[in-house]
């Protein structure tokens, strides 16, 4: 289930370790456990109940899956660490604009971070530019390792449909602040810019997600926009303003 209070998978450690000494790291191993420990405080803040350590840990694992259509899998293990470091779901806007994560701040932290224990400058900037393409959550196509990275931060969309009703709820507590009008107005313009993609996922070992990802989709479309119109419907009724 998702939750703020999934711990940490041993195996992080080490993978994160890895992806940096692979990357070109200098650093000795206390202080690349120290940066590690640091991210993995971030993804276990109090206010991620979907965009947590449960989230990075799914990434991870679907870039794992997705490896061999990378060029350089260990830059994209780096990127899908960073993709969501900086998040805030405090602003009503947050979830509209971009979910809470802030993939300009997390990019300039993966820069800051990855120079430190001495990642070399042009590989820093491929993680940087990976993160910060996750904005629009669409990969272009010749660059296979944003494709890698955008799909597996994709990969909820195809979950079997209990997980995804989990997902929902997750998305909604997270943004439990948000009055519902406004909540439900902004994912349903989100799910349907998704359902408008010619494709969901562009690597070619992902086609198999994409109709599970589609129905999913689709079903949620429907239940937002009858939920919509009960909003709506009972603002009206009690003489409120409609959102201009």
């Excluded at 296979?144 to 979950?159: E, N, R, Y």
Aim: aromatic share 6%.
């Amino acid at each position: 289930m998702f939750a703020q209070t999934t711990e940490a998978p041993q195996w992080l450690l080490s993978s994160w370790i890895r992806s940096c000494q692979a990357a070109g790291a200098t650093a000795n191993e206390p202080e690349l456990v120290a940066i590690c420990r640091g991210l993995l405080n971030r993804w276990s803040e109090e206010d991620r109940t979907y965009h947590g350590l449960k989230h990075l840990v799914d990434v991870l694992s679907h870039v794992d899956e997705l490896a061999e259509e990378a060029a350089d899998p260990d830059l994209v293990r780096l990127a899908a660490w960073y993709h969501g470091a900086v998040f805030s779901a405090a602003a009503k806007v947050a979830y509209a604009n971009a979910a809470g994560e802030d993939e300009e701040a997390s990019a300039a932290l993966a820069r800051k971070q990855l120079l430190e224990i001495g990642v070399p400058e042009e590989r820093v900037e491929k993680v940087a530019s990976m993160v910060t393409k996750l904005v629009r959550h669409k990969a272009v196509k010749a660059d296979t390792d944003c494709a890698v990275l955008v799909d597996a931060d994709l990969a909820i969309l195809k979950s079997d449909p209990q997980r995804y009703k989990l997902y929902l709820k997750a998305i909604r507590d997270e943004y439990a602040h948000i009055p519902p009008i406004d909540f439900v107005r902004a994912r349903l313009r989100i799910v349907t810019k998704l359902l408008e993609r010619d494709q969901l996922f562009s690597t070619a070992a992902s086609h198999a997600w994409e109709d599970p990802a589609r129905q999913n989709l689709v079903a949620e479309q429907a239940r937002l926009v009858k939920e919509l119109k009960k909003l709506e419907d009972s603002q009206e009724s009690v003489g409120e303003p409609e959102e201009k």
